[in-house]
């Protein structure tokens, strides 16, 4: 496979796209149908790669960021429309921040019949340990704890526990309300059974990163039973999500804490817990990248997604909610909208080698 064509949105002072294209021998077209045309009359490329995240792009009142993903997919499926063939297209992160939109760019991939992958790395990246959801098995619970800034962080984490738990028993059924909390109504949601501090537990145990003592004298440490947890997340978030089978699960950002992501689940007739890190190479070698590549070049070499589309439409919404929710002051929010079924391949997709 080889990059025959690029468009590129912006191009700040500091952007390599011309210098690329003459040392790799491609051209940089002015719109997405020439660069899809290759300059000619018709479609000449075999797949699609779009990255609608770099760039100044301005913010809603959700403090969401607009960048043009639904614009630049809607103008690929206007020349796959025009010219009488579709090609895959992989959408890198998020499908929109709106859910209509997003779920218009899965169902163009359904009605003109062309495979549709997007979605973060962490679902395919390597697990400390190797584990993974047994297939169709009933979940009582499940916590992830995730780092970093409300969107894009965010939506990574959820991205990852939503890989882990569609494959509860009887496949995804939908998400049927959110609520986003914050503060000391976090800690007090878990006091009160909201969400499960045994998996909060469960789930911190995995982490390579905990802060407090652990970084002053090397000492491990319960960040939970020695109370050091709720003095080192200053702001913690709680996205509170009911599914629409009954089955409950949180995402817990807890900056401060630890600085890697972490799942835990309650399985049926299972006494422990089934805990894991999703694995992120140090920088500058951020392998698991090439975790997600390896599935980008699965999908243009079979037209076919590795998994669901459906997974990052429902994440999309998912998270739109929960900032709805935050916005109108931390209101649980019924999501009738987000009526998404589907099923998880049964094989796991993560990287094991």
């Known amino acids: ?26 051209t940089v077209y ?10 000619g009359d018709k479609i000449a490329v075999d797949a699609v790669l779009s990255i609608g995240e770099h760039g100044v792009y301005p913010q809603n009142e959700l403090s969401q960021v607009l960048y043009p993903r639904y614009e630049f997919f809607k103008e690929c499926v206007k020349v796959f429309e025009e010219d009488g063939r ?26 003109l ?15 400390l340990p190797d584990v993974d959801i047994p297939y169709d098995h009933e979940l ?62 469960a789930a911190l145990s995995r982490s390579d990163t905990p802060s407090g003592l652990t970084n002053e004298d090397g000492r491990t440490q319960n960040l939970i039973g020695t109370g050091e947890l709720y003095k080192l997340v200053d702001n913690p978030a709680a996205y509170l999500i009911e599914f629409n089978d009954g089955f409950k699960a949180t995402l817990l950002m807890l900056n401060g804490a630890v600085g890697d992501y972490c799942f835990a689940a ?16 140090p920088t500058p070698n951020v392998t698991y990248s090439a975790c997600l590549i390896a599935k980008i070049e699965e999908l243009y070499e079979t037209g076919i997604a590795p998994y669901p589309a459906e997974r990052t439409l429902l994440v999309s919404g998912t998270l739109e909610s929960c900032l709805k929710s935050r916005h109108q002051g931390h ?23």
């Open 1 to 26: 496979m080889k990059v025959v064509s690029l468009y590129v949105d912006q191009k700040p002072e500091s952007e390599q796209s011309e210098d690329r294209a003459r040392e790799f021998g491609f």
């Open 30 to 39: 002015p719109t997405i149908a020439e660069a899809l045309r290759c300059g």
């Open 86 to 111: 579709a090609v895959p297209i992989f959408n890198d992160k998020h499908l929109s921040y709106n859910f209509e939109k997003a779920k218009e760019m899965v169902d163009d991939g359904h009605r």
């Open 113 to 127: 019949g062309f495979g549709v992958l997007s979605g973060s790395s962490l679902p395919v990246t390597w697990r």
């Open 140 to 201: 009582e619970g499940a916590v992830m704890v995730g780092v970093g800034g409300s969107d894009p962080m965010d939506y990574h984490a959820l991205e990852a526990m939503q890989c882990m738990i569609e494959r509860r028993k009887g496949g995804e059924t939908g998400v049927a309300a959110v609520q986003l909390i914050d503060g000391d109504e976090v800690w007090e949601a878990g006091k009160d059974g909201r969400w499960s501090m045994e998996l909060l537990e």
């Open 266 to 281: 309650k399985l049926r007739d299972h006494p422990v817990p089934i805990s894991t890190q999703f694995f992120l190479t």
């Open 331 to 353: 209101v649980r929010l019924e999501t009738p909208h987000l009526n998404v079924e589907y099923r998880a391949p049964k094989d796991s997709q993560h990287a094991r080698r």
